[in-house]
């Protein structure tokens, strides 16, 4: 039994969806006649209330296609230190749009609307002119902490005021929505695009969607081509995708439960420091000086688990559908094994 903790992106496809994969009714998207494809960026923008979406092969090309439509060569956007945008997407902001980030420091990976109101440049010939804020909900770096539906709002009101165009990364954004009250619909409503990752904890092998109005998508599509990420029977991936939305957004809670059960005991091992507070999927700890992190990866990976370095003492484990409570009993005696 190997006990995959490294992320929410190594889940593979259950029976079930393997099933509707196979029979999935496919043609070539390219051309505007993938029915599967089509059936999917339906449901997900009817589920956000928007007109139109658009599947992309990840969640990287899905945000940079919405950063390339929304900005011009020059801008700039405002984001969280820790946003995904800006760190871990090899510099793509630059590489495809021209644009350059502003980074703002939010409260665990939340920015906040009086600090997107100050970081807006005055409209000056010489100033870098601001277009866009890109919110990631939930945070992944700051440990999958997620926003209030006012805090959203808030940003929103000070987006339109100021003419900014509002993004978010919701790679894992219905990881935020089963623990909130807020719907899907009520996002739509808040952004001019909405990025969700398929891929992540819903279980799907491939996928990310953006969603948008029907202007926003056209640009979106023509921008996905030049991007290389028009696919062509790309209908055997939406039907996991489908599937996704239709059995595994629920069951999200379960993961917050082992998450939550697993932060709990971190506390108590002797060789931890510090651990982030668990809000969703997401596990973020410190090791203190008595171990250092390859040892600790090198302990767990002797007793099959694997983790991965999160930055210096730091170490994040991962919870999702692939991980069973029967995994997470072995974890626990595996890191108190250490402990001693
Ligand atoms: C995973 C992730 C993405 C997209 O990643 P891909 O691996 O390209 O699908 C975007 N934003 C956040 C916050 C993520 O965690």
New binding site residues.
């Given amino acids: 039994m190997i006990i995959d903790l490294r992320s929410d992106?190594v889940t593979k496809p259950t029976k079930g969806m393997l099933d509707a994969m196979f029979s999935a009714e496919v043609g070539d998207d390219v051309f505007g006649e993938e029915p599967t494809v089509i059936a999917l960026e339906k449901k997900a923008a009817a589920l956000f209330g928007k007109e139109a979406a658009l599947f992309c092969p990840?969640?990287?090309?899905?945000?940079q296609i919405a950063i390339k439509v929304h900005t011009q060569p020059g801008d700039e956007v405002l984001c969280d230190t820790t946003?995904?945008?800006y760190n871990?997407?090899g510099g793509g902001i630059s590489f495809n749009s021209g644009v350059q980030a502003k980074l703002l420091q939010g409260e665990r990976g939340r920015i906040s609307a009086q600090q997107v109101l100050d970081a807006i440049n005055p409209n000056f010939d010489w100033l870098t002119h601001t277009s866009l804020v890109c919110i990631?909900n939930?945070?992944?770096r700051a440990g999958g902490s997620y926003y209030s539906l006012k805090q959203m709002e808030e940003i929103a009101n000070v987006c339109k005021k100021n003419n900014l165009k509002y993004h978010l990364?919701g790679?894992?954004i219905f990881n935020a929505i089963v623990e909130n009250t807020y719907t899907p619909g009520n996002l739509g409503k808040l952004f001019d695009s909405v990025?969700v990752?398929l891929?992540?904890g819903l279980g799907a092998p491939v996928g990310?969607v953006v969603i948008g109005d029907n202007q926003f998508i056209a640009k979106a599509r023509r921008v996905r081509k030049v991007f290389g990420g028009g696919m062509r029977q790309g209908g055997y991936l939406a039907a996991a995708g489908i599937y996704a939305l239709d059995n595994h957004v629920e069951r999200l809670k379960e993961d917050h439960k082992r998450a939550k059960e697993l932060g709990g005991i971190m506390l108590g091992l002797n060789y931890v420091d510090s651990v982030l507070p668990v809000d969703t999927n997401i596990i973020i700890f410190s090791l203190n000086d008595k171990i250092k992190p390859e040892d600790f990866i090198k302990k767990l990976a002797d007793n099959n688990i694997k983790a991965v370095g999160f930055g210096k003492q730091a170490i994040r484990f991962v919870t999702h559908l692939d991980v069973t409570d029967e995994m997470l009993e072995k974890t626990i005696s595996v890191l108190k094994k250490i402990n001693s």
Avoid at 58 to 63: A, D, I, K, R, V
Wanted: charged share 20%; proline share 0%; aromatic share 4%.
């Fill in positions: 992106t990840s969640g990287t090309m899905t945000n946003a995904h945008i871990y997407e990631e939930t945070a992944n990364d790679a894992r990025s990752c891929s992540k990310s």
